[in-house]
């Protein structure tokens, strides 16, 4: 018999991928972890049932959020990643010459299972890495710690979910104030040519900063295949790239990270990034 994993999304999209065997299953306090094989993308990582990477594409998705950001920044020593417990998000930040990677993610059981099934993801062993088993909510209203980059590595915000309070503008207000002066933020977001609506109401919740871009890049695991970022800064143009790889990448490249931004008319005028260039930067 064949099997099956139909990814679905809001009722009404659905994509598929034949599955080899199921590698693990276990629910912890706060969410269902599956581990699956696949034919054509290896091993697949759900969580609540929803695809949050695969073997295949996880660089296209971890180079895509943690490069724009990290190379727009001239000097990035400290970060903050918020969920990303399954390590691909601070494999990705500790190639740069960071000092010091805190990791907070809300649930221990994704850490633990991702390390058993993906050892290929984690750099867990580097010592300028530190990981918080915590609410990144509770973490950012009590800490004193100011970082250069913050990475939001999170579940979808789905209604009532997990993740629903990290996107909210009290939450990005608070991320605001433990950023340094060139200090740069990034989220990943919905699909935006599904949802367009959903990406700017998003998309608005950044208004706290003075700069704010939206870019996008392929992850096939996801639906539609097509996957946006916000990122939003105090000072630096996220478009400018301040530093170069000196290691290789699979998916980013300087071009890549120009291109990212370059958005289709339709969605460039929904989300007003015109208006927001021209009093920033002209
Ligand atoms: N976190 C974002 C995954 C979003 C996937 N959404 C979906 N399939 N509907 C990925 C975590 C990887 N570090």
């Given at each position: 018999m064949e099997l099956w994993y139909i990814q679905d999304y809001i009722n009404e999209y659905k994509m598929g991928l034949k599955v080899k065997e199921t590698i693990f299953q276990g629910k912890t306090r706060f969410q269902e972890i599956t581990i699956l094989d696949t034919y054509l993308y290896g091993r697949v990582l759900l969580l609540d049932g929803i695809a949050q990477l695969s073997e295949k594409d996880e660089f296209m998705y971890h180079e895509m959020l943690v490069h724009v950001p990290m190379f727009s920044h001239?000097?990035?020593?400290k970060v903050l990643i918020i969920g990303g417990g399954d390590g691909g998000a601070s494999r990705e930040v500790l190639?740069?010459?960071?000092k010091e990677v805190t990791l907070v993610d809300i649930d221990e059981g994704v850490i633990e299972v991702c390390q058993r099934y993906?050892?290929?993801?984690?750099?867990?062993?580097?010592?300028r890495l530190t990981v918080l088993i915590e609410d990144a909510c509770q973490y950012i209203s009590s800490t004193s710690e100011v970082f250069d980059v913050i990475i939001m590595d999170s579940t979808?915000?789905?209604?009532?979910?997990?993740?629903?309070?990290?996107?909210s503008p009290e939450f990005f207000e608070q991320a605001f104030h433990h950023l340094s002066p060139q200090g740069i933020m990034v989220s990943q977001m919905e699909p935006p040519f599904f949802d367009v609506d959903r990406v700017k109401k998003l998309w608005e919740g950044?208004?706290?900063?003075?700069i704010v871009k939206l870019y996008w890049g392929l992850v096939p695991?996801?639906?539609?295949?097509i996957w946006s970022y916000v990122i939003a800064s105090?000072?630096?143009?996220?478009?400018?790239?301040e530093r170069v790889p000196d290691f290789p990448t699979r998916y980013y490249s300087p071009a890549i990270h120009q291109a990212a931004?370059?958005?289709?008319s339709f969605l460039e005028e929904m989300l007003e990034n015109q208006k927001r260039d021209e009093e920033n930067f002209s």
């Open positions: 001239p000097n990035p020593e190639k740069h010459p960071v993906f050892s290929q993801l984690g750099r867990w062993d580097d010592p979808d915000p789905l209604p009532h979910g997990v993740a629903e309070p990290l996107f950044f208004n706290v900063f003075p695991t996801y639906p539609g295949g105090k000072s630096q143009d996220p478009r400018r790239q931004f370059v958005l289709p």
